[in-house]
């Protein structure tokens, strides 16, 4: 019998890092492997960067090896501060070590700003490099409801197909 496709969904949302901080540690915005000069960056244990984070948390998800939190959480000190790619990267990793074929990724991003389109290409470039397969991205907004309308934060759902053993 041929293995089966499987499917992981992730979810991850980062409110906005308040402007004293933003000031006292100059960090740009980390989003979609890329990083947006100018714009306020999101708060986190690593760089807060919720496509990376739910396109993680949707591969670890399908291959059944937990969820972002338990792979990557506050209680594993070396993550701190780590590019949202690099966990990318790791988990792909990890995914790849438990037999496991990456197909595809997805990941919609959920915010008013900043705009992804123009470098939509640029951020399927970065993600797909880190995942060591393709990803897609896409972004919405909510018309001004909930945390994201209100631009609190950024939040981004993601699916991922995996083939394994």
Same mark, same amino acid.
């Given at each position: 019998?041929?293995?089966?496709?499987? /499917?992981?969904?992730?979810?991850?949302?980062?409110?906005?890092?308040?402007? @004293?901080?933003?000031?006292?540690?100059?960090?740009?915005?980390?989003? $979609?492997?890329? !990083?947006?000069?100018?714009?306020?960056?999101?708060?986190?244990?690593?760089?807060?960067? #919720?496509?990376?984070?739910?396109?993680?948390?949707?591969?670890?998800?399908?291959?059944?090896?937990? @969820?972002?939190?338990?792979?990557?959480?506050?209680? $594993?000190?070396?993550?701190?501060?780590?590019?949202?790619?690099?966990?990318?990267? &790791?988990?792909?990793? %990890?995914?790849?070590?438990?037999?496991?074929?990456?197909?595809?990724?997805?990941?919609? #991003?959920?915010?008013? %700003?900043? %705009?992804?389109?123009? %470098?939509?290409?640029?951020? &399927?470039?970065?993600?797909?490099?880190? $995942?060591? $397969?393709?990803? /897609?991205?896409?972004?919405?907004?909510?018309?001004?409801?909930?945390? /994201?309308?209100?631009?609190?934060? #950024?939040?981004?759902?993601? !699916?991922?197909?995996? #083939?394994?053993?």
């Amino acid at each position: 019998m041929s293995a089966l496709p499987r /499917t992981g969904i992730g979810i991850d949302v980062h409110a906005y890092a308040d402007a @004293d901080t933003d000031a006292a540690d100059g960090r740009d915005l980390a989003l $979609a492997g890329l !990083t947006w000069p100018g714009e306020p960056r999101l708060a986190g244990h690593s760089d807060a960067d #919720v496509a990376a984070h739910a396109a993680a948390d949707a591969l670890l998800s399908a291959a059944g090896l937990g @969820d972002l939190g338990s792979n990557f959480g506050t209680s $594993a000190p070396q993550w701190a501060g780590a590019p949202g790619t690099a966990l990318l990267a &790791e988990t792909a990793r %990890r995914v790849r070590a438990a037999g496991f074929t990456i197909g595809n990724v997805a990941v919609q #991003v959920i915010g008013n %700003r900043p %705009r992804l389109g123009p %470098r939509r290409a640029e951020a &399927e470039a970065a993600l797909s490099a880190a $995942a060591g $397969a393709p990803v /897609t991205v896409s972004a919405t907004t909510t018309d001004g409801l909930g945390l /994201t309308g209100r631009g609190e934060g #950024v939040a981004a759902i993601a !699916t991922a197909l995996v #083939v394994g053993p």
